[in-house]
């Protein structure tokens, strides 16, 4: 569970942030949100105001809520009626978070505090979110450690003629005995997903609607991403990009597995996948611009004459190297063109330089560090090459 000294300076830098900005307050009600700063996942709302104490508004379970909570005023929802009085006329402007609030929570908000001038705190909470403390950083490499094991068994199960969905239920039996969640959290809007996917060559250049460099064919039009029933073939390389999620905290890991032998242009492809990640993990420090990095990972993927394949399918290519990871899949930090930001200490990364070749299949490397001051710390430490059965 969260330790209360932990709730209690997350909600010191928020408090920090409100006062720079000139806001009055902020109200969470997006549960993973409200889980960061108070522990609790339960059905609530919390009002943090820029000076003074915070408060958490539980509509259920209650008494879940108050075992869990590191919030001393964890109380039940106020009714309508009560709930302005709560609000002191002073308190005229209220960070709400836009990026994730539904519109009829905002009107519902809105209406309850007539005359307030609601403003977005997406960004404030993102940044705060994206730093993690030790306590955290602890939590994650716990993450890595149990998935990990998990991709050790994969060459115990894994053979030539069964389905990629028999693939990704034998890995996931595993994965959910050790105890991964399976809630993969993720911020951005129409994005899904269900654990991860294990995809061979027959699906694996499959476009779709997911943000990544590879989505798969899924198992239906309604569900389409991750493993198919395609069946898995030799001499061709099979991925297995499946996230870890313990105490909440994700890491996401992405390993390649050959029965056989690999073409060469796709043995070019991970050996510059893999040059592309030391340089990222060797420049992972405090200070070096998102930016500049995902131009120089393009830069080498050019270089290498792979530049129509980094990231996805030609025409398909996912804009982006390297992802936030923490309680959500999709958190500050972005190493992507646009995203001109410098990288803080504590920052904790998934980076994942692959390469699609329409026809042959997909190949590359997926790890989740930390920001360090020497470079990248391995959060998912196990070797990277890939595994030839």
């Known amino acids: 569970m969260l330790k209360r000294q932990e709730s209690q300076q997350r909600i010191a830098r928020l408090q920090q942030e409100l006062k720079a900005k000139g806001i009055d307050g902020a109200l969470f009600i997006y549960p993973i949100d409200v889980y960061y700063f108070t522990g609790t996942r339960q059905n609530s709302t919390l009002w943090v105001p820029a000076e003074g104490k915070p408060r958490l508004m539980v509509r259920k379970s209650v008494s879940r ?27 005229q402007k209220i960070g709400f978070t836009f990026d994730v609030a539904p519109v009829q929570q905002y009107n519902y908000y809105a209406k309850l505090l007539p005359g307030r001038e609601f403003v977005d705190v997406s960004a404030i909470n993102r940044e705060i979110r ?41 890995f996931e039996c ?10 993969v ?3 951005a809007f129409n994005q899904e997903l269900f654990q991860g996917l294990a995809v061979s060559s027959a699906t694996a250049c499959e476009p779709g609607f997911f943000d990544g460099a590879v989505t798969g064919q899924g198992m239906s039009s309604a569900s389409p991403h991750g493993a198919s029933a395609a069946v898995i073939s030799a001499n061709a390389p099979v991925l297995v990009d499946y996230t870890g999620i313990f105490n909440g905290y994700i890491v996401d890991i ?7 032998k690999l073409a060469p242009e796709l043995e070019h492809g991970f050996a510059t996948a893999l040059a592309i990640q030391k340089y990222l ?75 699609v070749f329409p026809g042959q299949g ?3 490397i997926e790890n989740t560090f930390a920001v360090g001051k020497n470079g990248g710390v391995k959060l998912t430490d196990m070797p990277d090459e890939i595994v030839y059965l």
């Open 362 to 364: 997909v190949i590359g």
């Open 65 to 91: 809520a108050v075992n869990e909570s590191c919030i001393e005023e964890t109380v039940p929802f106020p009714s309508s009626k009560e709930f302005p009085g709560l609000f002191p006329p002073e308190l």
């Open 130 to 170: 994206s730093v993690k403390s030790e306590w955290e950083l602890g939590q994650m490499r716990e993450s890595g450690d149990r998935i990990c094991q998990v991709f050790r068994e994969v060459p115990g199960f894994l053979k030539e003629g069964m389905r990629e969905v028999d693939l990704a239920a034998e």
């Open 174 to 183: 595993r994965l959910r005995k050790a105890g991964s969640e399976g809630y």
């Open 254 to 260: 992405t390993r390649f597995f050959v029965i056989g």
């Open 281 to 355: 993990v060797d420049n992972l420090k405090p200070g070096a611009s998102c930016e500049e990095l995902f131009l120089k990972a393009a830069e080498m993927a050019e270089e290498a004459g792979l530049a129509r394949n980094f990231m996805g399918a030609p025409g398909e290519n996912a804009r982006f190297v390297g992802h936030g990871v923490g309680l959500e899949l999709d958190e500050f930090p972005v190493l992507a063109q646009g995203f001109k930001v410098p990288l803080q200490e504590g920052q904790t990364i998934a980076i994942e330089p692959k390469f």
């Open 185 to 187: 959290r993720m911020r």
